[in-house]
C-alpha cells in the first residue's frame, strides 16, 4: 500500500488549496481514509476523515466549515479543500487510509496502519 499526498504550498491568509491523496497497491473503495497535520514542535492531530464509500464524513472543531473532505474512488483519490485558510493551519499534512468492511470513518492516529509521506502547508499571516 502506497499513499502519496501532494498540493501543499505556500499560501497567504484567506486564500485556498487542494490537497490530493492518491493510493496504490490497494482496493480503494475498500478504505477508509483521514487527514491528519503536524505543526513544528506539536503532536500530529486529526484533520478530516472519510469512510469507505464517501457517505460519512468527520471533522476536527478548528477546521469545520472551511475544510471539505471528498474522494473519487475510480481515481484512487481523496482530497482535501481548504478554504479560508489561517497561520495556525500551517503544517505538514499526512493522508492515512485503513481497511473497513463497513463505512465508518476513523478519527484516531492509531486506527490507520498506512501512511503517506506528508505534504508541506504553509500559511502566512
Known amino acids: 500500500v502506497q499513499l502519496q499526498a501532494s498540493g501543499g504550498g505556500l499560501v497567504q491568509a484567506g486564500d485556498s488549496l487542494r490537497l490530493s491523496c492518491v493510493a496504490s497497491g490497494l482496493t480503494f473503495s475498500s478504505y477508509a481514509v483521514g487527514w491528519f497535520r503536524q505543526a513544528p514542535g506539536k503532536e500530529r492531530e486529526f484533520v478530516a476523515a472519510i469512510s469507505r464509500g464517501g457517505t460519512r464524513k468527520y471533522y476536527a472543531d478548528s477546521v469545520k466549515g472551511r475544510f471539505t473532505i471528498s474522494r473519487d474512488n475510480a481515481k484512487n483519490t481523496v482530497y482535501l479543500r481548504m478554504n479560508n485558510l489561517k497561520f495556525e493551519d500551517t503544517a505538514v499534512y499526512y493522508c492515512?487510509?485503513?481497511?473497513?468492511?463497513?463505512?465508518?470513518?476513523?478519527?484516531?492516529?492509531?486506527?490507520?496502519?498506512?501512511w503517506g509521506q506528508g505534504t508541506l502547508v504553509t500559511v502566512s499571516s
Open positions: 492515512a487510509a485503513d481497511y473497513r468492511v463497513s463505512g465508518e470513518v476513523l478519527t484516531s492516529i492509531g486506527q490507520y496502519r498506512n
